[in-house]
């Protein structure tokens, strides 16, 4: 049995909805092993923090002696999920599913324990499919059904197309609920009429039919939207720590709270004093903000790399100084150019009376995309030398010069010595 604070912090904390609560918290009640499953889109294999919050729950259920079932889309992907989407998504090959599929693990297995994981792939029992199976499968459910899909009856309505192939995933989901006899499926809120139509196949089957357990959407850096790729308001687990800890520190104030809810181990009781304190103005959110970067960059990459990029951060964006650590460029001169030796080879550059272009130098030593964004960094004030802002046009080369560009990105000019 478990007791009531364990309960709480499975059932309540980051938890959207549970259907059924009562039948699933019974289920946990009762010692059995529990299979838990969770669905990969091959066609998105960057994992971010909105996708932590559903997976710390994995975990959470895990260290309880249950099993994760992970289903990697491949069939699926041939289909395209429209959920929060507002047009179809493209076919990927078989080859763009194994390679994605592989990123996705890699990044899935920083927050969940692979040793209580079974990962299977949707060709296992489709593969075996016949035309006569999807027609007994479609035959179970009414197109007015799947048109109280939210993002379908918008498109409807708004008289933009809905392709029949994307009225078969959510069906396709639901029976990978019925191969796997899943126990409890996890997704987001917007993922609701998938789960449902899951748990409704199964009671059709013959089988338990599952919990539908949904997590909150969570809110990306920008403060308004849901956290995605696609919008760059995004953090992901592979970034390193002090990428991670300075776009936490970029959050809306208002995000801070929700934050340590969703993404940390915090006890309730602390993040309820951060919060009285917040709103009688008791402390300064930045200290907020910093434990909650420690407590997020930990969980990636741990203890101390947190706390190395806090003292990153604090040296170059509350001190302003220049970071030891800094990437070094060596230079030399040679038959009148300046040749840079950077890390994906030597770059001659024009000698200009003893400098360079400014645009051509910031794009050669990878600082800018292109010549054209490293113009428009320019025009914003983006770049410092010497910790002088500049817009050009162009460098004096010196030894231990220092060029920044934006807030995080340094490097060092070195006079190479052969």
């Known amino acids: 049995m478990l007791d009531e604070k364990t309960l709480h912090r499975i059932t309540k904390r980051a938890v959207a909805e549970i259907i059924d609560e009562k039948e699933f918290i019974a289920l946990l009640q009762a010692g059995q092993p529990l299979r838990l499953k969770m669905g990969f889109d091959p066609s998105r294999p960057d994992i971010h923090l909105g996708h932590v919050v559903g997976l710390r729950k994995l975990r959470q259920l895990q260290d309880l002696g249950h099993q994760v079932i992970l289903i990697v889309g491949d069939w699926t992907a041939q289909i395209g999920d429209p959920s929060g989407q507002s047009a179809t998504r ?8 194994v ?25 296992e029992w489709f593969g075996k499919f016949t035309l006569a199976d999807v027609i007994r499968l479609t035959s179970r459910f009414t197109v007015a059904q799947f048109l109280q899909r939210e993002d379908f009856w918008k498109r409807w309505e708004a008289g933009r197309p809905i392709a029949l192939t994307e009225l078969l ?14 126990d409890v499926e996890f997704g987001g809120t917007d993922q609701k009429f998938n789960l449902l139509v899951g748990r409704q196949l199964q009671a059709m089957l013959g089988q338990r039919p599952q919990q539908c357990f949904l997590v909150p ?12 790729k696609s919008l760059g308001n995004y953090i992901g687990v592979e970034e390193p720590p002090r990428e991670q800890f300075g776009k936490v520190m970029s959050l809306p104030d208002p995000l801070i709270i929700p934050y340590f809810d969703l993404l940390t181990d915090v006890p309730d009781e602390e993040i309820a004093e951060m919060r009285r304190a917040l709103e009688r103005q008791e402390i300064n959110p930045m200290l907020l903000k910093k434990r909650l970067a420690r407590e997020i960059v930990a969980q990636f990459w741990g203890r101390q790399s947190a706390q190395e990029a806090q003292t990153w ?7 302003r100084e220049v970071p030891q650590d800094i990437p070094t460029i060596p230079f030399r001169m040679e038959e009148g150019a300046w040749v840079f030796l950077t890390p994906n080879g030597a770059h ?18 990878g600082l800018a995309p292109s010549k054209s964004q490293a113009k428009r960094l320019l025009a914003q004030g983006s770049v410092e030398v010497g910790g002088v802002k500049t817009t050009g046009p162009r460098l004096a080369v010196q030894h231990g010069t220092v060029v920044r560009v934006g807030k995080r990105h340094f490097v060092r000019l070195v006079l190479h010595q052969p």
């Open 90 to 97: 493209p076919m990927l090959t078989h080859e763009e599913v």
């Open 217 to 228: 959407i969570l809110v990306g850096t920008d403060g308004v939207q849901k956290m995605s």
């Open 169 to 182: 995933y959510p069906l396709l989901q639901a029976y990978d609920s019925v191969a796997i006899r899943s």
């Open 348 to 365: 001659r550059l024009p000698a200009l009376n003893g400098e360079v272009d400014l645009v051509e130098l910031l794009y050669a030593l």
């Open 99 to 123: 390679r994605n599929a592989e990123s996705y693990m890699r990044q899935f297995f920083r927050v969940v324990d692979k040793a209580r994981t079974q990962v299977v792939w949707q060709s």
């Open 313 to 319: 951060f604090e040296t170059v964006f509350q001190r």
